[in-house]
């Protein structure tokens, strides 16, 4: 690129972008931003990074030893770099008009209303961190130039709706809006950032656009191999992010499916997995049969995609896609069902003791977690439920089921004492805590015939069953399980 490119204007704009960048702002002090914003700071020294939010108290639990969620490796690390490069701040205006990256991670939650509700993303605060953004560029002598990076996952064309409300609204700045979705799951998000299968950056395919590619690459590249920094255009960037979360549920549905087919078949679900994940074509990941998937990414980001194609004119493919959360959803209910078929057709009066109540282990996010499917069935069936989990604090208890449910809910900080005089236990989360529980002590505790649901397989149940539970588990024939000679639990 060089300045007989474009304008004047224009040749400065893209001159300084090819600059070394000294000073990010990510916006969004939530699950996204804040991972992603110690990573950029423990691995770039040289670049100050500050995470703004309008919540006060959330930037102020950021800037304390007990952090707002956890997250295995973050408080470490975050502790080395807070205070030195990396900062917290409800002074987004300074943050914006400082920087020369800013990274938008704000919600994206699915509409609850109006056109699109319940499948479309909204994108309510996305417009508006771009029209502040625009309001703290013109209000700015500064008019360094700024490159805007959509963090948070989004709808195909969204990065097109931030520039024109960028274009209309700001005046005097150049800018580039790119897309840079992130990849990382929860409970492995530290080294999911440290060590990225690839970094994915999209943005227009003009002169200014590459430029602004190039200059977000040239940070990742600092700590990622050249070969893993993927560049491409906006739409393919946008659409990568939904397209993967999409498979990845699916593979979860996919084998889910089948757990429903072995139980009846005497097959073993986990057996099955394993025989067509050695196959290399297919591997071995996302294929271990449960309850169901959560989280707040695969359910929102597969309804965006079927709005999207939807509204694009494409129904066989957004049925195609719909069915991977019609599967999941029959999941939960099916293992909720079960449960009550089980312990002879009535939970009605009977403690139910539920262990892990996260949507995954190594994370206390409940977003769309299968324990608040399975606790609402078994409420509506009149069971009486005590509840344990290691990171779920009470208030998000209450807010996933209710002030109203919550009254008629224990909630115990030990997981003997939510078993103790339980008839069931249902294991939700797959908490490595729940593989060493001495069960022996909480089948004595518990009433009789005791049960045990096991919605992850991670239980032995031959041992279980030796002991006298009455064991149910996702995907397996249990008589069969149980008859087997010399075979070890799975």
């Known amino acids: ?30 699950h996204v931003g804040v991972p992603h914003a110690v990573t950029v700071a423990s691995k770039c020294p040289d670049i100050r990074v500050t ?33 030195v490069n990396l900062f917290f701040s409800t002074d987004i205006e300074s943050a914006i008009r400082e920087c020369t990256i800013i990274f938008v991670s704000v919600p994206t939650p699915t509409k609850k209303s109006g056109i699109g509700a319940g499948e479309a993303a909204d994108l309510t605060y996305w417009e508006l961190a771009a029209r502040q953004i625009a309001a703290v560029c013109n209000a700015s002598e500064n008019k360094m130039p700024k490159i805007i990076v959509e963090k948070s996952t989004v709808p195909v064309k969204t990065a097109d709706a931030m520039a024109a409300v960028m274009a209309a609204a700001c005046k005097g700045t150049d800018f580039q809006v790119l897309s840079n979705p992130e990849f990382l799951a929860e409970g492995t998000a530290i080294d999911d950032l440290f060590k990225p299968d690839r970094v994915l950056v999209g943005g227009p395919q003009t002169p200014q656009g590459l430029a602004a590619i190039e200059c977000l690459a040239n940070v990742y590249r600092k700590w990622v191999p050249t070969e893993r920094v993927l560049t491409t255009n906006l739409w393919s960037a946008e659409l990568s992010k939904l397209t993967a979360n999409a498979f990845l549920a699916q593979r979860i549905s996919s084998i889910n499916s089948i757990s429903a087919l072995c139980e009846v078949t005497g097959a073993d679900v986990s057996e099955v997995g394993h025989a067509i994940g050695v196959d290399s074509r297919i591997g071995p990941k ?26 694009f004119g494409l129904p066989e493919v957004a049925e195609y896609w719909h069915q991977v959360i019609v599967m999941n959803d029959w999941q939960k209910r099916r293992f909720a069902n079960a449960m009550v078929a089980t312990m002879f057709n009535t939970v009605s009066g009977k403690r139910i003791a539920i262990l892990g109540f996260a949507f995954k282990k190594d994370t206390g996010d409940t977003r769309e977690s299968p324990a608040i499917d399975v606790c609402k069935a078994l409420s509506e069936e009149r ?59 909480i089948f004595n505790s518990m009433s009789k015939p005791a049960f045990i649901f096991d919605g992850r397989n991670i239980l032995d149940h031959r041992k279980l069953s030796e002991i006298g539970f009455t064991v149910w588990a996702v995907g397996k024939c249990m008589k069969k399980v149980l008859d087997t000679e010399g075979s070890p639990s799975p």
């Open 1 to 30: 690129l060089k300045c007989s490119v474009g304008t004047a204007g224009l040749c400065t704009g893209v001159c300084t972008l090819m600059a070394p960048v000294k000073s990010i702002c990510v916006i969004g002090a939530g």
């Open 51 to 83: 995470v703004v939010d309008d919540d006060a108290r959330k930037i102020k639990a950021w800037g304390s030893a007990r952090l707002p969620f956890f997250e295995p490796g973050m408080q470490p690390t975050l502790e080395e770099v807070r205070g």
């Open 286 to 311: 996302f294929l271990k049969a449960s309850v169901g998937f959560g989280g707040s990414c695969f359910q929102k980001d597969i309804l965006n995609l079927v709005y999207l194609c939807r509204s």
């Open 383 to 441: 069971a009486k439920l005590a509840i344990y989990d290691p990171k779920v604090s009470r208030e998000q208890y209450y807010e996933d089921l209710g002030k109203e449910a919550m009254e008629k809910i224990e909630i115990d900080e030990d997981p003997y004492v939510a078993c103790a005089g339980a008839h069931a236990i249902a294991v939700i989360t797959e908490w490595d805590v729940f593989k060493t529980l001495d069960y022996q002590k």
